[in-house]
C-alpha cells in the first residue's frame, strides 16, 4: 500500500541542524522599568531559540515554538509563531531563576511529531569570579547551548526543502538589496558550524575541538584515578587477608594453651 501523500521518506538520508537555546537578563532600573513592572521584579529577560550565525534559515524546519514559563505569569504556554531575526523569543520581568518547558514545533511538510528541550533562566551572575565580574560589569547575563537536531529519512518534501540553496537567501537581502537576480547559490554557505571562533559567535568546529580536547583529557584524568583506585583496592584486599591470617594464627596459638591448660587441668 503506498503511503499517503507528502509522507514518502527519502531512506537512507539523515540531516541535522544546529540552533541555540539561550536566555539573557539584564537589571531594571529607572531608565527601563517601564509602567506596569511589579515592584519586586529586579530583573528583566529573555529566552529564545534562535539560529546559529550563518545557518540555513531556521525557519525552513522549526514553524513555532511554545515556552512553558513559570505558572505566576500571565498566560504561562507562550505560543510563538513569529520568527524575527531568525529567532522565537518571549520576553518578561522577574526576580528569581525557573525552569522552562520549550515545545518545538516542525513545518507540517516535515510530519514530524513536536520535540522538547529544557532551559533554566539564570538570572544571576554565574561562572568563574571572573566570568561573574565581567556579567556585572556588562549589566548581562548571558546563558546559551548549541543544540542539534537530526532528522532521519525526512520526507520527500522536507529533504528538498532542507537541501534548497534558498535557505541562506535571508543572509543576502540586506548585501545585494536591490539588484536583481542575486542569490546565495555559489557564495559558500555552509549548515555546517563555522571553523573559526568570532566574537560574535563561538558555536564553531574550533569550540569543538577544544571541547573534544576537554574530554579527552577528563577521560585520561579519570582512567589515572581508576588505576590508582584499583592499586588501592588491592592494596587493601592485602591488607585485609594479611589481617585474617594473622587473626587465625592468633586464634590457633590462643587455642593450642587453652588445650594444654585443660591437658593439665586433667
Known sequence: MPAPAGTKRVKGKR?????II?????????????EGIPKDHTKGWRVYIKNIEGGPDITTWLQKVQFKIFHSYPNPHRMIDKCKDQCFEV??????GF??????????VAHEKPQYRLHFLQ????GTEADKLEQVEKKMVRSEI????????????????LT?????????KDKHKGKKGVGTFGLGYSVELAEQTTPTNPYTKELERKQVQTFEAAEKVVERLMIEEKGHT???AKRKAALKEEERKVLAELETVRAAKRAAAA
Request: hydrophobic share 30%; glycine share 4%.
Open 15 to 19: 540531516i541535522t541542524r544546529s540552533f
Open 22 to 34: 539561550g536566555s539573557e537578563s539584564w537589571p531594571l532600573d529607572d531608565t527601563n522599568r517601564h
Open 91 to 96: 520576553r518578561e520581568t522577574g526576580w528569581g
Open 99 to 108: 525552569n522552562i518547558d520549550l515545545r518545538l514545533f516542525f513545518q507540517p
Open 123 to 126: 538570572l544571576e551572575p554565574y
Open 146 to 161: 548549541c543544540e542539534m537536531i537530526e532528522f532521519n529519512e525526512p520526507t520527500e518534501a522536507f529533504f528538498n526543502a
Open 164 to 172: 534548497d540553496p534558498k535557505q541562506f537567501d535571508y543572509l543576502s
Open 234 to 236: 588491592e592494596e587493601m
